[in-house]
Structures are given as C-alpha cells and as structure tokens.
C-alpha cells in the first residue's frame, strides 16, 4: 500500500496570509488527490491534480484560492491563499493504488 | 447527486461487544464502497474495500458486507477493544468517492 507524508502537521495562521502543503509519495502514482475535512465534517474533494497538466477543480473550489503543483509522479503541494479563519479545516493528501484509496495524516490548519 | 448516510453519529459500548456500523447510500450505480477508520486529528486509514459485484470482506475482526442494490453497507466489528474507538467512515466510489459523516466510536474498558 502506498505510504504518503504530509508537511507540515500542523500550524497556527493570521489571517490574510498563504500556507502551502506538501504531500510525499513513496511509489510513483498517476493522480493525487486533495481533501478538506472541516470541523464536524465529512471530507469533500477540493482538486485532483496529474502530473503535467492543470489540476481538475470541484465546484466551489477555485485555482486562485487553492493553486496546486505536480511537479512528479510522486510529489504535489497545496496552498492555502488570503487565509480567513473560515480556511480552517484538516487538509489531506490522497493518491489511489489500483481500486483502494490512501490518505495522508493531514495538515491542521487554524486560521486566527 | 450520491449522498452517504452513516447511522449512528455516535456509538458507546463496553469492551468485548459486537457491534455494527451502517452506511447507506443514495444511487446503487457505485464502483465500490471502502471503510476507513480515523483517529481524532489524524488522517485516514484503509480497513475494508468492497467491490460492486462483492456482498462481503472480512479482515481479522472486522467483515464489511454491500447490498449494493438498497444502497446499503454494514462494517461489523466483533469482540471490540478500547484500541478500535476511533471515527469510522464509509465512502462510495460512482464517479468520485463520496464520504459519509461517520460514527464515532468509543469501547470503555
């Protein structure tokens, strides 16, 4: 099964300011996928993003908000943008290895 | 649109019961279903993928069942541990994976 990694674990952020995530792999995968989880809630897909091309956004998720790289097949970033405390959620990495999906141990974010 | 519906939000039981968790969900055209487990504040764990055309999966005390045709799934945890209290989710793959709320899980010793 894939292993992947998260940095950072966590972090504390003033309003108005940008985060960017890191998400590790230790295999080669095609798609990785992130995901919020705010508070008392179920995760929703933000974006999924292939390796040399733009990421696919879901509704209510904008590239400006959240721009994602994929420089290789086995690393992605995710940045949080003009951060309000509302951006305040776990953020997780997820790639899928055959027909089971993996996930990362997240990033928590607080947004004061 | 798939919606996921996870009864109860919430379960309490001593250590040493069986038990079970539902999952139901709203369009029966799924690819396949997947049980994780997440411990408070951490990311998510893979315990039970079903595929559509699978009733069952069992591994070690847990067996995950489908009847993919009432939209329903059911995660059976036998003789549980206070190490399993966790928040379980289930989550259907149709075009994407759709996640449920969960049920969070506490085994008193």
């Known amino acids: 099964s894939a292993v992947i990694s998260q940095k950072p674990s966590r972090d504390i952020c003033q309003r108005g300011t940008s985060l960017t995530i890191q998400c590790q792999v230790d295999?080669?995968?095609?798609?990785m996928f992130w995901y919020r989880q705010q508070p008392g809630q179920s995760l929703t897909l933000i974006a999924t993003?292939?390796?040399?091309?733009?990421?696919?956004?879901e509704s209510g998720f904008v590239i400006d908000k959240f721009p994602i790289s994929r420089p290789n097949l086995t690393f992605s970033t995710l940045t949080v943008s003009n951060m309000s405390p509302e951006d305040s959620s776990i953020y997780l990495c997820?790639?899928?290895?055959?027909?089971?999906?993996?996930f990362g141990p997240g990033t928590r974010l607080t947004v004061l | 649109k798939q919606e996921v519906t996870q009864i109860p939000a919430a379960l309490s039981v001593p250590e040493g019961e069986n038990l079970v968790l539902n999952c139901s969900f709203t369009?029966?055209?799924?690819?396949?279903l997947q049980w994780f487990r997440q411990d408070p504040g951490k990311g998510l764990t893979s315990l039970l993928l079903?595929?559509?055309?699978?009733r069952e999966q069992t591994s070690g005390r847990l067996n995950a069942s489908l009847d993919k045709s009432s939209g329903r799934s059911t995660l059976y945890i036998a003789a549980s541990q206070p190490g399993d209290s966790a928040t379980y989710l289930c989550?259907?793959?149709?075009?994407?994976?759709?996640f449920g709320k969960g049920t969070k899980l506490t085994v008193n010793p």
């Open positions: 997820s790639v899928l290895e055959g027909d089971t999906q993996y």
């Open positions: 295999s080669q995968v095609t798609m």
């Open positions: 993003a292939n390796q040399g091309s733009e990421a696919t956004y």
């Open positions: 369009d029966s055209a799924i690819y396949n």
């Open positions: 079903i595929q559509s055309s699978q």
């Open positions: 989550a259907v793959r149709s075009e994407k994976l759709v």
